[in-house]
């Protein structure tokens, strides 16, 4: 077995806005390759880079975007996610824009889905086989009431209306970008 002793630079950044301490681990493995660890509140990301070029790894890290390094920490992490509290709303709206009926009835229902419901819904309605108005139904507000829906046409027709989600960045994706942000500010 064969032991080595490398030198590693740790930082520790502290004092950051709606951020925990973070300690960075930069290890130059050659003048052209290397690896940066972060850890910040229990969790930690690391990669390794095996070709930044002469510049070194604190040079790459800092001259690359925010995009291409949370890839390479979190591939799993999407930048955007779909916005259920603005799909919520724009139900609200496309129910108003149709001039149902019982238009109160929809929006007290759309105002009584949650998060999970409203996507499963969303993913429901826009199969061929599915009739949009069983979303209704099933809500907290509308459970034992189906004699006050509007019309099969009318729900159709708002769920039709409204087949985009609108998105908005990741939580997930903006705290790793900020922490990104802290450790480029501390190399």
Known sequence: ??????????????????????????????????????????????????????????????????????????????????????YKEALKVCCQELGASQEKVIVDAIDSMDEEHLEEAFKRCHRDDFDCRDILMNSDELQYQTDILPDDIIIDHLFNACLKVPRKEHHKYTYLSKIVDAVKAAL
């Open 1 to 86: 077995m064969k032991i080595e002793k490398k030198q590693v630079t740790k930082l520790r950044i502290t004092g950051m806005e709606q951020l925990d301490p973070i300690d960075v681990f930069v290890d130059e493995i050659t003048s052209t390759s290397g690896q940066i660890t972060v850890n910040c509140f229990g969790q930690s990301w690391t990669s390794f880079w095996p070709s930044v070029g002469e510049r070194g790894i604190v040079g790459f890290f800092k001259s690359a975007n925010n995009d291409y390094i949370i890839s390479y920490f979190d591939s799993q992490i999407e930048q955007f996610t779909e916005d259920w509290d603005a």
